[in-house]
Every structure is written in structure tokens, then in C-alpha cells.
């Protein structure tokens, strides 16, 4: 196990040391900050009550999910190809680890660095609440509601990320999710085909309605889909059964290529 959490101690730490990486987020900080969360003029109130904190928690990691998980998706997309470029591979199939626990190490350790930019935004943001008269315990609130639709995206995409590229260059893969992230989360199936509205969606959409009570009162002029708690459970099974599935072949994948070499 020590071959397997250093192989994970060294992705993190190659992953976050990265200054693309927080220059990327810091861009979207910025615009967050500026747009999506800057003070509105309709008037809504900050949460109360514990179920409104929940629902408040829940809209801020709808919203960043969106930008943020479509990026570290981006940024994770050349870890695994890395190793080939720098010509470690090598040094890494004759290490005792398994091929994989390596590629589970590999993924727990790029899933870490790029949910940590995202999560340093979000707590902030609920320390803002804070400091504005909210209850402290919106800052307990925040991390599970993050952990439940932010931390599950990121897994989702980070999966894909990795094992994509084994198949096609970095850059397409990269240009492909951007399409595949909007048209399969975010496009209503009444105008466009898509599976956004299928349990295939990792945007947190489920999470938000089902296990954190939708959007906040001020939002009831808008139509809500009506969620269940089933549904919501049921969405997470099938986006952590995708997540094996994708593990478990692109292992198959690595081994077949280790014959091969």
C-alpha cells in the first residue's frame, strides 16, 4: 500500500503544482465572482433556515460545476499520457504495484488536485455567507454538498479524462468533451436530442433536487423538475458504476499495451 499512496501523493502533488492550473481557475474566479455571484437586484434573501442553507449550498455547486468540472476535466486530460511523454512508463511497470492500483492511485491523485481550486472557491464563498449573518453552520453544510455533486462530476469527468486519450490525441479529446459536457448537462431535451434529461448527468442536477431541496424560494417563478429521492441515489449508482466500468477497462487496456511492448 505505501507503493499506492505514494504514486497518489506524487500525482497530487504534481497535479496542484501546476500554474496553469490555478491560473485557469483563477480566471474563473473572476468571473463567477463578477457575474454569476456578484449582488443581484432580485432580491433574494440570504438562508434562514437549515433547509434553505442546503438549498443556497446546493445552487453555488450547481453553478460552479459548470465551468469549473468542465475544466479540470480539461486539465486532466493529459496525466496519463504524461507518463508515455516523459518516458517513466518504463520505470513504473517494473515498480511492485499492480497496473491497477497504479491507475486507481493515478486517479484518486489527479481527482484530488483538480477538485481542490473549486473547493477553496466554494468555502470561501460560504464563509462570505457567513460573514454576512448566515449561520455557521452553512460552513458544514458547504463540504457535503460539495463532496455529493461537486466531488461526483469531478470523478465523472476525471474518469473520461483519463482513459480517452488512450484512444485518440489529447487535443480532440479535449475539444470533444467541451461539446459533450454542454450538450449532455446543460441543452433542454425539448429543443435539442441529448441526455441531460437521463440519469446519465453528472452536472449535480439530480443531487440538487433530490437529496438538497431544488433552488431557493426565489427561484419558484422558474419551472423546477420535480426529483425524487430514488432518482437521486439511483444517479450516483449509475455514474460510480460507469466510473469501475471505465477503471476497470482502460486497466485492461494498459496491460494489453505492457504485453505488447
Given amino acids: 500500500m505505501s507503493q499506492f499512496f505514494g504514486v497518489m501523493r506524487h500525482e497530487f502533488k504534481m497535479a496542484v503544482?501546476?500554474?496553469?492550473?490555478?491560473i485557469a481557475y483563477a480566471v474563473l474566479y473572476v468571473f463567477y465572482s463578477i457575474t454569476v455571484f456578484a449582488p443581484s437586484e432580485v432580491g433574494e434573501g440570504l438562508p434562514a433556515t437549515v433547509t434553505e442553507m442546503w438549498q443556497h449550498a446546493a445552487m453555488i455547486v450547481f453553478y460552479t460545476n459548470m465551468?469549473?468540472?468542465?475544466?479540470g476535466g480539461i486539465l486532466a486530460a493529459?496525466?496519463?499520457?504524461?507518463?508515455?511523454?516523459?518516458?517513466?512508463?518504463?520505470l513504473q511497470r517494473s515498480s511492485p504495484?499492480?497496473?491497477f492500483l497504479y491507475l486507481l492511485a493515478k486517479y484518486i491523485g489527479v481527482w484530488a488536485a483538480v477538485i481542490t481550486p473549486m473547493f477553496i472557491y466554494v468555502m470561501?464563498?460560504?464563509?462570505?455567507?457567513?460573514a454576512r449573518g448566515v449561520s455557521p453552520l452553512f460552513l458544514a453544510i458547504m463540504p457535503v454538498v460539495f463532496l455529493v455533486m461537486g466531488g461526483t462530476a469531478f470523478a465523472f469527468v476525471v474518469a473520461f479524462s483519463i482513459a480517452c486519450p488512450l484512444f485518440m490525441p489529447v487535443r480532440v479529446y479535449q475539444v470533444l468533451f467541451v461539446g459533450y459536457w454542454f450538450w449532455g448537462n446543460y441543452l433542454s431535451p425539448d429543443v435539442f436530442p441529448t441526455i441531460s434529461g437521463?440519469?446519465?448527468v453528472p452536472s449535480g442536477k439530480y443531487a440538487q433536487y433530490g437529496?438538497?431541496?431544488g433552488y431557493p424560494?426565489?427561484?419558484?417563478?422558474?419551472?423546477?423538475?420535480?426529483?425524487?429521492?430514488?432518482q437521486a441515489v439511483w444517479n450516483l449508482v449509475i455514474l460510480f458504476s460507469i466510473i469501475v466500468a471505465v477503471l476497470v477497462v482502460t486497466t485492461l487496456i494498459l496491460r494489453r499495451q505492457t504485453r505488447r511492448a
Fill in 211 to 213: 437529496f438538497f431541496h
Fill in 124 to 130: 470561501a464563498y460560504a464563509g462570505y455567507y457567513v
Fill in 17 to 22: 503544482k501546476r500554474p496553469g492550473m490555478w
Fill in 78 to 90: 493529459d496525466r496519463l499520457q504524461r507518463d508515455y511523454r516523459l518516458g517513466v512508463r518504463e
Fill in 97 to 99: 504495484i499492480g497496473q
Fill in 217 to 230: 424560494e426565489f427561484f419558484s417563478k422558474f419551472n423546477q423538475p420535480v426529483i425524487t429521492t430514488a
Fill in 67 to 71: 465551468f469549473m468540472v468542465l475544466l
Fill in 198 to 200: 437521463t440519469l446519465l
